[in-house]
């Protein structure tokens, strides 16, 4: 594992479980951040400021997150 890996999965203090799951929850961590960062990026650019906010505050894995990009965030085209 890389010492970058090492340090964050210490400094998250799991440090004393198992490598298959740290290696779990670095996976999920990236998977969050990538969904939340797409989906905030929407809602900003989009002027939706209550859904910016529920995106930012409620965790669900990614769930709430895509179901705003691919469902409730508005389309390009659209005014």
Not at 40 to 57: F, H, M, Q
């Amino acid at each position: 594992m890389s010492q970058v890996l090492q340090e964050y999965v210490n400094f998250m203090g799991v440090s004393s479980l198992s490598p298959e799951f740290k290696i779990l929850f670095v996976i999920l961590t990236i998977w969050v951040l990538v969904w939340k960062g797409i989906a905030l990026w929407k809602a900003a650019r989009n002027g939706e400021k209550y859904w910016y906010v529920a995106l930012l505050v409620v965790n669900t894995l990614g769930i709430l997150e895509i179901a705003y990009i691919f469902f409730f965030s508005k389309k390009k085209n659209q005014v």
